[in-house]
């Protein structure tokens, strides 16, 4: 089985732009997360979906949205990106939004902010 | 707000020997953890979890600790090999929001 697929692997923007990644989880599963990751605050929550529908969302402003497809494919944006946006993006997928469900990981997006 | 935190950034061991990673973690109603690895270049990988009506757990030459007294958690991971150099993450399912994870260490392993 394929593991979570995250594209593109590596993305290199400057201060005001607009990001799109994407994410497509394990086939079968449903439950979609996002996560930052950087040197200095480490992995931090971004939001989660299932069924399309976004359950969870963590501390980050309104700049950061994200959305789900019917096939569970999900997208993460980013709008007037900062030089702190800088980071790797992670998605992790799991069978579905019960707690203890398993979430397996992707490879992440690296992105750069000039 | 409350946090999943360990102990040490960086943790250097002998290969063969035992390597012993701690956490400590605030939030009281914490009740489910998780020990990732990520790889240099990779995603988190999940390595094992406990809940908190657990004090032990043990996997494939990896054990990990619950002391919901003093709030700490620990991973353990026996005859450590050269494949086991990675950072290591602790995280905590607790609140609404997603996992929340320590810094983490890094396990260097020395020959």
């Known amino acids: 089985k394929a593991g979570v697929t995250q594209t593109p692997r590596y993305l290199i923007k400057t201060r005001g732009q607009q990001v799109t990644l994407s994410c497509s989880p394990i086939s079968g599963h449903r439950s979609v997360s996002w996560y930052q990751q950087t040197p200095g605050q480490g992995l931090q929550f971004l939001f989660e979906y299932f069924s399309e529908t976004q359950r969870n969302k963590g501390n980050f402003p309104g700049r950061f949205s994200g959305r789900q497809f019917s096939n569970s494919r999900s997208e993460m944006n980013v709008s007037t990106l900062e030089l702190g946006d800088s980071a790797l993006y992670l998605c992790?997928?799991?069978?579905?939004?019960?707690?203890?469900?398993?979430?397996?990981f992707g490879p992440g997006t690296r992105l750069t902010v000039l | 707000g409350e946090s999943v935190g360990l102990h040490l950034p960086t943790l250097s061991v002998q290969e063969g020997d035992n390597s012993i990673i701690n956490c400590a973690y605030s939030?009281?109603?914490?009740?489910?953890f998780i020990w990732y690895k990520q790889e240099s270049g990779k995603g988190p990988q999940f390595i094992i979890d406990?809940?908190?009506?657990?004090d032990k757990r043990q996997g494939q030459r990896v054990t990990v600790l619950l002391n919901k007294t003093v709030k700490h958690l620990s991973l353990q991971i026996a005859a450590t090999q050269p494949g086991d150099s990675a950072v290591y993450f602790c995280a905590d399912l607790s609140g609404a929001d997603g996992l929340t994870f320590g810094k983490g260490t890094h396990l260097i392993i020395q020959p």
């Open positions: 939030n009281s109603a914490s009740d489910y």
């Open positions: 406990i809940r908190s009506n657990m």
């Open positions: 992790a997928s799991s069978s579905g939004p019960h707690r203890y469900n398993e979430q397996f």
